[in-house]
């Protein structure tokens, strides 16, 4: 160790208290699934963790039964204040065991624990303690008085945020009064199952909640029973697509918050060391493992080779290795199928011309790992600057005006995120009113907060998660009756909020199976 | 002796202006009793496409408009509406075949939901956006915006004016353009509106009418990669299940059909089944 070098640092491990097989969580209970059990493996180790049980088409079905039985039986006819007594009860459980939770993320999941530890797991308490306020307001939703939950939802999340993703999808869909079963993504399902021996701490009813593991297949035949009201999904633009097919002609409400390729915009006034540490939490957080992370940077062309040389050398400074190491900024690409997509694209980048840098560093042994990786010469024709490529991976584009910026960020079927560093109040306005992306940053990047209204624009998505939109999702408007005056208008609401034509087709099998 | 009248050429409405179908095909508008009408263009693919992309052009202009002015040329075409209530109570009457009094109603409350419509133009985003109170220094803001082009099917039963206006007013209150397959059986009052769309200050392009077969049409329409919503509104006899199949490929906002008595009821949600919640977080200074 030379003079100035980390000692490591290590998270302890001890705190956690894993259990070696871990069954599926279903009316309240934890059973075996029917499926083969998969193993979880520790990704910078390539180490197992534990066994995962799969759920079949019969567990799926009897999660959704659950569901419906906690549903009708006991959750509809809670009282708002309860339903919130419960989830704020949840809150302070996940910020008892925060430093558990975090290990066990990070193990599962590879990413940094000063991650876990300071932005995911603080987020799901924050989460949860946010809409358990909301369960006993509902009239303020904004989808008028008196609004009704849907019934049972179908949650499907990914890697990237595996315990966030569960706050986001479930703390809102209980404080309006939904029941639901969650599909955790197959490679991160560990903190989930953690998080349902929370819901036994909590003494939540059960049934209320149901958490079954699995691969693809077990979230899709979770999306296609007919017993679910609500499909609500994270991850990739093309599953996204399928579900989203998979639910016409049925009365599920869908929400999707799928891919991103976000534009982050430096203007030549812009504080220029900010914006590379901007620049960097826009790409590198999470080992760019961001739906809405920055990965296309439109640099002013006056400063580019300024900017470049900044984002190099502090690049040169981020410390990849152990996510458990307190120290480390950079963890593990999650699982050797992602590293192999951003290995492609990457070849592919220089391939189409791209100039290539990465980051010095030494590249452990075992495990998924990719150096921080910077492109310039970037067009906008070259794949690495359309595709998202999901890793810590970034492109550099160019442009000389406002109007340029706007059209370049805008050139994408995305529209997730975009990012926007200048220091003229004035100028920051004007372009975020003109992108096309539902979470716009200004001087700042990758900031979420339970308050935040989150989603897409275009094929990014549609349905927002987080603050009062977010809780919308999960509601619908009280049924109106001689809604068709103008008198009547003054309290409506949705469009279609009466059965109509669009109750027909599908959805006739969907009420007979839920009951 | 009695004078000659002189008969209406009906024809599509795109871009501002009123050209005849490219596939220079027409269909007989009948009455209720039968009779010859008119022949009324019948729309294409080809001309299904002139549309959205008249509407695409369209869309910076309305939607950049301020709210105040949307709200004022809205209100403008109410007013033009109602100087040719005559017009409309006649093509109703004799299209529709009710008497003059259901006819009359029929044109009042098209020309009031209109109004009332107009009025959310400088509203919707006080009453749906929010400040959002995030934990850390900064402004954030989240407010709707219009979600761009919307191809809406238009209703297919009676009223053929209140439901052209029903589905039409909402989607461009937030600043969306339109295209809108119109009314088959009854598609005078389309046309009549266009020409009053014409005459008002709305610019060329941002309600773009198509008469001719939905069943033809809406599929072009639903699989367009440049159409960025769909309101199925009057698709409830076609096989609207495969257009909203059509319609996840690009993964389009999709609004249902709706049958009944209340179907396409006014309502502030009608508005924003169009529109797209931007959130922005601007960071505040360390004092």
Redesign the interface.
């Known amino acids: 160790m030379k003079f100035l070098d980390y000692a490591p640092a290590p998270e302890s491990q001890a705190l956690l208290n894993l259990k070696s097989d871990y069954g599926l969580f279903i009316n309240g209970e934890f059973t075996a699934g029917r499926g083969t059990p998969f193993q979880t493996i520790n990704p910078a180790t390539e180490q197992q963790i534990a066994m995962i049980a799969t759920a079949n088409e019969a567990d799926v079905d009897a999660a959704v039964s659950a569901a419906r039985r906690a549903y009708n039986g006991v959750w509809s006819r809670l009282s708002g204040s309860d339903r919130g007594k419960y989830l704020f009860r949840i809150a302070r459980l996940v910020q008892e065991r925060a430093r558990e939770l975090a290990v066990a993320e990070t193990l599962d999941n590879g990413k940094p624990i000063k991650e876990t530890r300071d932005v995911d797991i603080p987020l799901v308490a924050?989460w949860f303690f946010y809409y358990a306020g909301w369960a006993d307001k509902l009239d303020h939703a904004?989808?008028g008085p008196n609004p009704s939950s849907l019934g049972v939802a179908a949650q499907v999340i990914p890697w990237n945020f595996p315990l966030m993703m569960l706050a986001w999808k479930i703390a809102p869909a209980l404080a309006a009064g939904n029941t639901v079963v969650l599909k955790p993504a197959e490679t991160t399902s560990l903190t989930a199952l953690l998080f349902a021996e929370i819901l036994q701490q909590a003494d939540l009813p059960a049934g209320v909640v149901n958490i079954i593991t699995g691969d693809g297949s077990t979230g899709q035949a979770l999306v296609n029973h007919p017993g679910v009201n609500k499909v609500a999904f994270t991850g990739s633009?093309s599953v996204?697509?399928a579900i989203?097919?998979s639910v016409?002609?049925t009365d599920k409400k869908l929400s999707?918050e799928?891919g991103g390729k976000g534009a982050n915009i430096v203007f030549d006034d812009a504080p220029i060391d900010q914006a590379v540490e901007g620049i960097v939490r826009g790409i590198f957080f999470n080992q760019g493992h961001v739906c809405c992370a920055g990965s296309r940077l439109l640099v002013q062309e006056s400063i580019h080779d300024d900017v470049i040389d900044r984002l190099k050398r502090r690049m040169q400074t981020l410390r990849l290795g152990d996510p458990l190491d307190k120290n480390t900024d950079i963890g593990a690409i999650n699982s050797a199928e992602q590293l192999a997509r951003i290995r492609e694209l990457s070849d592919l980048g220089q391939q189409e011309g791209a100039e290539r840098w990465s980051a010095d560093c030494e590249i452990p042994e075992n495990g998924f790992w990719f150096a921080p990786t910077i492109f310039t010469n970037v067009s906008t024709s070259h794949r690495i600057a359309r595709d998202e490529i999901f890793g810590p991976v970034l492109s550099v584009l160019t442009f000389r005006t406002p109007a340029e910026a706007i059209a370049k960020a805008n050139n994408t079927?995305y529209?997730l995120s975009a990012g926007i560093w200048s220091d003229k109040g004035s100028r920051?306005l004007a372009i975020?009113d003109k992108l096309?992306?539902?979470?716009?940053?200004?001087?700042?990047f990758n900031?979420f907060?339970p308050?935040?209204?989150?989603?897409g624009?275009?094929?990014s998505?549609?349905g927002?998660e987080g603050?009062?939109?977010g809780l919308a999702a999960y509601l619908k408007?009280a049924v109106?009756s001689g809604?068709?005056s103008?008198a009547?208008?003054d309290h409506?609401?949705?469009?279609?909020?009466?059965k109509?034509?669009?109750a027909s087709?599908?959805s006739a099998s969907a009420e007979k199976a839920a009951k | 002796m009695n004078r000659l009248a002189i008969p209406k050429t009906y024809k599509l409405y795109i871009g501002g202006k009123f050209p005849r179908s490219e596939s220079g095909r027409v269909y007989e508008v009948l009455s209720h009793k039968g009779d010859f009408l008119a022949n009324a263009a019948k729309g294409s693919r080809k001309d299904a496409r002139d549309a959205v992309v008249a509407a695409r052009s369209a869309l910076p202009g309305w939607a950049g408009a301020t709210a105040y002015n949307r709200g004022q040329v809205l209100y403008r075409i109410a007013e033009l509406l109602e100087g040719r209530r005559v017009q409309f109570i006649d093509e109703i009457e004799s299209s529709e075949g009710v008497n003059a009094a259901a006819a009359s109603a029929q044109v009042d409350e098209a020309i009031d939901r209109w109004v009332w419509y107009a009025g959310w133009a400088d509203k919707y985003v006080q009453v749906t956006g929010n400040a959002n109170p995030v934990s850390g220094p900064f402004f954030n803001l989240s407010v709707p915006e219009p979600t761009g082009v919307v191809a809406i099917i238009a209703p297919q039963g009676r009223e053929s004016l209140l439901g052209l206006v029903s589905a039409i007013a909402p989607a461009l209150v937030a600043g969306n353009t339109v295209v809108v397959v119109a009314n088959e059986n009854a598609p005078l009052s389309a046309i009549s509106l266009g020409e009053v769309l014409a005459t008002s200050d709305v610019p060329g392009g941002v309600v773009n009418i198509v008469t001719g077969s939905p069943a033809e049409i809406a599929p072009w329409l639903a699989s367009h990669a440049d159409v960025n919503a769909l309101d199925l509104i009057g698709a409830g006899d076609l096989d609207w299940v495969e257009l909203q199949i059509s319609a996840a490929d690009t993964l389009k906002r999709v609004l249902l059909p709706e049958a009944g008595a209340d179907a396409a009821a006014p309502a502030l949600n009608r508005i924003l089944a169009f529109t797209e919640l931007k959130t922005v977080w601007h960071t505040k200074a360390v004092l």
Do not use: C
């Open positions: 924050a904004g989808v633009t996204g697509r989203a097919r016409a002609g999707l799928l079927p529209g920051i975020a096309r992306a539902g979470v716009i940053w200004a001087n700042t900031q907060d308050s935040s209204p989150f989603g624009y275009k094929e998505g549609y927002r603050g009062r939109h408007p109106r809604s068709r103008l009547a208008a409506a609401t949705t469009p279609g909020s009466k109509s034509a669009s087709k599908k």
